[in-house]
């Protein structure tokens, strides 16, 4: 038995509850990830988990086993990586999310120069606009746009982005330009929510000191940052956007910006990564490269 692999193997399936998940994964089969656990379990003569057919848990032996695995598979990754002075022998998974917006207008464009720098690694990017769990899903480090809220994990800022009121030139037409928030009584919002069934937040604005909503009604709501933008080009209604997604609509006139005087507050943007002692090489790499390419992108 290779005691790494199976400590990885083990944290895989902690970590996501589910040993067909682990597999998926680590790219291997699931009877291969079972086998490793067990091994792993009769070589330490304790259970670490207890498996049922509708769920797999940590036992207390497997808890505490959990936690020293993660900072000898992270020390582990950092000895290997140690004396690789070559930025090409960085190898391994890394595993990244961030929304639809970002990945599409600032990750993609430059990835292909990342990745040639970098051949050996194998980057798995998910691409969602609902807040993924870091550990459970497995990912080394997220992009968060907006408020992060309580959280264990650490956080990089990155900067803010400015957001802006829009409306297509077709909506407009038909239901006039609002010149003040009185106005807004007489339009209508494409709501954007992360999950459907919540409450949307209505038009938000930024005072300077602090940030104020009004409900607005809508027909239409959302959640994908995507369809949000394209259903006001299609004028469904007004919406709210960071500024550097929209800028390309607006010089070419398919958007017009509107009440540029109640805009909403800038959104804070950060990476967030696991509480981890010693985060590998590659992710460090990752993140840095990131940092710097968002320079141009986040305010």
């Not at 309580?150 to 239901?175: E, F, K, M, T, W």
Request: include cysteine; hydrophobic fraction near 40%; charged fraction near 20%.
């Amino acid at each position: 038995m290779d005691r790494l692999q199976a400590m990885q193997a083990y944290v895989r399936v902690a970590e996501l509850a589910s040993f067909t998940r682990a597999a998926e994964s680590l790219g291997q089969p699931k009877a291969s990830v079972s086998l490793l656990v067990q091994q792993l379990e009769a070589h330490l003569g304790t259970r670490l988990l207890h498996r049922t057919t509708r769920k797999v848990q940590m036992t207390q032996d497997g808890l505490a086993f959990y936690e020293r695995c993660k900072d000898l598979l992270a020390d582990a990754d950092e000895v290997e990586s140690m004396f690789q002075r070559d930025a090409g022998q960085l190898s391994g998974r890394l595993r990244v999310d961030m929304g639809q917006a970002l990945a599409r207008e600032l990750v993609l464009p430059r990835l292909a120069e990342f990745l040639r720098l970098h051949p050996r690694l194998e980057l798995e990017l998910s691409c969602t606009d609902r807040r993924v769990d870091l550990v459970r899903e497995g990912f080394d480090c997220v992009v968060r746009v907006g408020p992060l809220g309580d959280s264990s994990h650490i956080a990089r800022p990155l900067g803010q982005l400015s957001q802006v009121n829009c409306a297509s030139p077709a909506y407009l037409a038909a239901y006039g330009t609002p010149h003040s928030l009185a106005d807004l009584a007489a339009h209508r919002l494409v709501h954007y929510v992360p999950s459907l069934g919540m409450k949307p937040s209505g038009w938000e604005w930024f005072d300077g000191e602090r940030s104020h909503s009004l409900a607005i009604p809508g027909s239409l709501t959302v959640n994908s940052t995507d369809a949000y933008s394209q259903a006001c080009l299609n004028g469904l209604g007004l919406i709210q956007v960071p500024l550097s997604g929209a800028w390309q609509h607006l010089a070419a006139g398919r958007l017009v910006e509107v009440l540029p005087q109640f805009r909403p507050a800038p959104l804070p943007v950060a990476l967030l990564y696991p509480h981890r002692r010693n985060l590998s090489k590659r992710v460090q790499v990752f993140m840095d490269w990131l940092t710097q390419l968002a320079g141009d992108y986040v305010r």
